[in-house]
């Protein structure tokens, strides 16, 4: 998967996958590409980790965005 953005570019960083959202923090950045191709990026507002569902603050728009985890492959970026 790369759907790199302007605000992951911003500074060196590792993208790692995820399987658990449990294990993701408030404010944790993160990229998410959908089954269909679709990409989104941006800091974690929220989770619920029995639905396996996280909300975004999507890094393009600022608008909150609900990701399922089933439905994306998840990687959370951290700063090198």
Not at 14 to 35: F, H, K, P, S, T
């Amino acid at each position: 998967m790369q759907c790199r953005s302007d605000l992951i570019e911003q500074a060196p960083a590792v993208a790692e996958r995820i399987n658990d959202v449990a294990i993701l923090n408030q404010g944790d950045l993160i990229e998410a590409m959908g089954l269909c191709g679709n990409c989104r990026y941006g800091e974690v507002d929220d989770i619920s980790p029995r639905m396996g569902i996280v909300w975004i603050r999507d890094g393009s728009s600022g608008l909150r965005k609900m990701l399922d985890a089933t439905e994306s492959e998840i990687r959370v970026i951290r700063r090198a």
